[in-house]
């Protein structure tokens, strides 16, 4: 049994994500995360809202409210969408908590000791009419880079660049919309990330299992230009963990929080301590996840994220953990997604563009989602969600696959045999075939799953649906009934224990199908070991229910009001 510790990048606070945030880190990490329980390892799902920085306060200023109600209304909000979804964090923390501001300072204090932070004054924008500095995410402007004119102050959301507020063509308040802007000098703290070039090369170099797109985006962060940069983890706001140097006072700080960049990822390890408080348990629990010298030497650490916040998981974070010169667990494994189109274009909340978490759930069960999502992930490139192409993932592959399947089989037995597994026949060579032809697929399974390849994993798991429906058409019970009632017994024996062994290996994609199956037929849910003996595990007069219609399908006009609902406003 290995011990598996998994992070999702941390929802920001300041709305409901999408579709594309959903799929492009909390969701696969939610299918690992399942697939390794099922396969006996001990597993440890953390993941938080991230609370700091410019977005929670202009999304609190504009709702109303002090960021601290705003904060704790919109993690309440976030955490009951994650339930929605089925995501099975074993902790959905917050950024904003008592554990993460000790961490943080600590790990300051940590880096300043080891001679990794540098006070630098430095010039930053400030606004007449709002009365203060304005931090990165407080201004916004044209990309100097590519010319999209919704940049922020810290990194185009376009093209990705990182940015300085300074280097903003047309800047102006995101506050007031202010252009009555000055430069000042203030001072801030800087991690001295180009002190540690050489050890995150040579890590980054050691990761060779990597995806291409994760050592990709790290290598140009690291050698493009002058190379990496030293990165401020300091800025002028209300709302955030406040500047300390550990447990003293850091003079000349004051009144100033950290980075929430620099905080975020510091609430992996802060969140998993939050799971040991509310669990009642010692500082142990969480410790053996993250300390190399007490206990977390053997966790494998893998991370889910999109491709934009890579740099900060593969330097910023890393920096941190190193420079602290303390046994931290490091990451062995990061896996990147890049972004999920919507028909063609972008999401937009401001132009109702997309659909958004809440939105789905209100449409359509979990299920439906997360196996459209799951199955065309966007991996190797950018993926495109469609209204045609949902519809064929659901009616195709759920409704008339593995749906209808399920309920051919359980209505027909219940019809001639009772609720019941039937006696009489035995396994023959069409028996035998199916074995043959699921044991190398569910190997091929099992090794991108393991492998993070979700699309992959879900194609094989597809193609062992059709095998199931290709052996049920062939086989044809309901004629082979009449002449020959054994035979036809065996025959839907041998289906009724295909319906158990989908729902234990479509758990990772469709949990609720899955657990409705499971209940259907009775069944435990332990992992097939042999192919051969899976399809036996449940007897001759083992008793199963007819489950309700698994998934209904999307007809035209639906899509077509749907596709019309969502496709924004001009």
């Known amino acids: 049994m290995a011990r598996i510790l998994i992070t999702s990048a941390l929802p920001y606070i300041n709305g409901i994500k999408h579709l594309g945030n959903l799929v492009g880190s909390q969701l696969p990490s939610d299918a690992y995360a399942r697939f390794m329980r099922a396969r006996g390892h001990e597993v440890m799902l953390i993941c938080a809202t991230d609370e700091h920085g410019t977005p929670a306060e202009l999304a609190a200023a504009k709702a109303g ?38 961490l943080t300072q600590h790990f300051a204090g940590r880096l300043a000791d080891a001679g990794l932070i540098e006070e630098v004054s430095e010039k930053q924008v400030y606004s007449r009419a709002d009365g203060r500095f304005l931090p990165d995410r407080y201004i916004e402007g044209t990309c100097p880079n590519c010319g999209y004119d919704k940049a922020r102050g810290d990194q185009c959301e376009n093209c990705t660049k990182q940015l300085d507020p300074t280097d903003l063509i047309n800047p102006h308040s995101a506050i007031s919309g202010s252009t009555d802007l000055e430069v000042r000098e203030t001072k801030h703290l800087y991690l001295r990330q180009s002190q540690m070039r050489a ?61 929430v960049w620099f905080d975020a990822p510091i609430e992996y390890i802060a969140a998993t301590a939050e799971w040991a408080d509310a669990q009642g348990l010692p500082d142990s629990a969480w410790q053996r996840w993250w300390r190399e010298d007490m206990g977390a030497e053997d966790v494998r650490y893998v991370e889910f994220m999109a491709k934009d916040n890579i740099p900060f998981h593969t330097l910023t974070f890393p920096s941190t953990i190193m420079g602290s010169g303390e046994p931290w667990k490091l990451v062995d494994y990061i896996k990147g997604f890049n972004w999920l189109l919507y028909e063609g274009g972008k999401f937009s909340t401001s132009q109702g563009r997309g659909v958004f978490m809440d939105q789905a759930l209100e449409i359509l069960p979990s299920d439906y989602w997360r196996w459209w999502l799951l199955s065309n992930a966007p991996e190797s490139a950018d993926s495109d969600f469609t209204w045609e192409s949902f ?21 027909f037995c219940r019809s001639k045999f009772g609720e019941t597994v039937p006696e009489g026949g035995a396994y023959g060579p069409a028996e035998q075939a199916v074995i043959e032809a699921i044991a190398p697929r569910l190997a091929a399974y099992e090794r991108h799953m393991e492998a993070i390849e979700i699309r992959k994993a879900a194609a094989e798991l597809r193609a062992i649906w059709v095998i199931g429906n290709e052996y049920l058409q062939a086989a044809a019970p309901w004629a082979l009934y009449k002449t020959d009632p054994e035979a036809a017994a065996a025959c839907v024996r041998f289906a009724l224990n295909l319906i158990r062994l989908y729902a234990v290996l479509s758990r990772p994609f469709i949990p609720d199908a899955a657990a409705a199956m499971l209940d259907a037929m009775k069944a435990d849910d332990s992992w097939p070991e042999d192919t051969g003996a899976a399809l036996s595990a449940l007897p001759a007069g083992h008793g199963f229910t007819v489950p309700d219609n698994l998934f209904a399908k999307i007809d035209d006009a639906r899509r077509v009001e749907l596709e019309e609902r969502f496709g924004g406003r001009d």
């Open 65 to 102: 409210k002090p960021v601290e109600e705003f904060c704790r209304e919109m993690w309440q909000v976030q955490k009951d969408i994650a339930d929605g979804f089925r995501l099975s964090f074993d902790h959905f923390g917050r950024s904003s908590s008592a554990r993460n501001h000790a």
């Open 199 to 259: 050890k995150l090369t040579a890590w980054i170099e050691s990761k060779t299992d990597w995806p291409v797109l994760t050592t990709s985006i790290a290598k140009k962060w690291l050698n493009d230009g002058d190379g990496l940069q030293d990165r401020g983890i300091t800025r002028d706001l209300d709302w955030g963990v406040p500047v300390k140097r550990g447990a003293q006072d850091w003079p000349g700080m004051e009144g100033k929080v950290f980075y």
């Open 391 to 411: 519809q064929t993932g659901v009616n195709k592959d759920l409704a008339d696959v593995l749906g209808n399947f399920v309920s051919r089989v359980t209505k």
